[in-house]
Every structure is written in structure tokens, then in C-alpha cells.
């Protein structure tokens, strides 16, 4: 695990930051053969609406920008059949190459959970690419649990869900 690890909220200073830490992780999932962004999606102007919009958030470790994630209060997208307010999202969540492997990614989960039950919130929900099995098995080891598979325009995800009022296991 990262030593001086923080999590803050991105500024508009920072946009041009996240838009680059999601585009070199689009770059390395298809250099992989695993793409998952469709193009367009990534775009400066794109990502800076949502930095605007407060929705993203940034991993530093020894003030390195080292990952972001996506973090929000309501997906009418990919959970439309929820309108109750009872459950904050994550999406896009990324992570430097160089800091792969290190546990960041558990530690952003982490901090979501906490984020989520502090907020008052009963459940932590994300989706992922249904065909992506390594995927789908680090959500559930983390204590996830499969909600449904659901059509999304062009994305056939699946759907998670982590109950923060119970402690993890």
C-alpha cells in the first residue's frame, strides 16, 4: 500500500489530471485486449463537466496524483429502477499504471464505503462490463454482491451492490 496516501475532491484545476489518469487506463485496457470506454467518452470537456459537477474524486500518494474515481448519489443510467435516495455509485474508477497492484484500488473502494455510509446511505453500487470475469471477481472479494445483468445502450453490465450498514467480512 501507497505510504501518504489522501483523498480529496477534484477542482476544475484538476480535470485535465483525471481525464488523463482514465485515458491512460482506456489505453492500457485495450493494449490489453479488454477495452472499455467508448470513444468519445474521455474527452477533456467531457470529464471537466463532471469535475465541475463534483462527482470526481482523487487518490494522491506522497502527492502524486495516483488514481480518481467517479463517485455519485444517484445513476438514473445504470439504476434507473432505484429512485429511492439509498445508495451512492461509484464509476470510472482508475489507477496509474505504476500503481497498479499496490492495493490503491481497495483503498479507494474503501474510502467510497465509508464515504457512502457517512452520508447516510444503505448500499455502495457500481457496474462492470458482464464479460469481464478477473473483474467481477476482485468487486466480489471485496464483499460486493451481484444485484442483476442489465442492457445500458451499448454495455451489457453487471451490477453490484455492498450493503455498508453491515461490517465487512
Not at 482506456?26 to 463537466?49: D, F, I, N, Y
Not at 470475469?133 to 451489457?156: A, T
Request: aromatic content about 10%; proline content about 4%.
Amino acid at each position: 500500500m501507497p505510504d501518504n496516501m489522501h483523498i480529496r475532491q477534484a477542482t476544475s484545476e484538476d480535470s485535465e489530471e483525471v481525464s488523463r489518469i482514465l485515458t491512460e487506463a482506456a489505453q492500457w485496457l485495450e493494449r490489453s485486449g479488454m477495452p472499455l470506454w467508448k470513444e468519445g467518452e474521455l474527452t477533456l470537456e467531457r470529464v471537466a463537466a463532471d469535475v465541475a459537477a463534483g462527482l470526481y474524486f482523487i487518490a494522491e500518494c506522497d502527492g502524486e496524483t495516483a488514481g480518481t474515481v467517479r463517485f455519485q448519489l444517484e445513476d438514473a443510467m445504470f439504476w434507473p429502477d432505484d429512485p429511492r435516495a439509498n445508495a451512492a455509485y461509484v464509476h470510472r474508477l482508475a489507477v496509474r499504471r505504476r500503481y497498479a497492484g499496490t492495493g490503491l484500488s481497495t483503498v479507494i473502494l474503501s474510502w467510497a464505503v465509508e464515504r457512502t455510509r457517512g452520508l447516510g446511505r444503505n448500499f455502495l453500487r457500481l457496474d462492470c462490463d458482464a464479460s469481464r470475469p478477473r473483474l467481477r471477481q476482485i468487486y466480489e472479494s471485496f464483499g460486493f454482491v451481484h444485484h442483476s445483468d442489465r442492457q445500458v445502450g451499448s454495455y451489457f453490465v453487471s451490477r453490484y451492490q455492498l450493503d455498508v450498514t453491515k461490517p465487512r467480512t
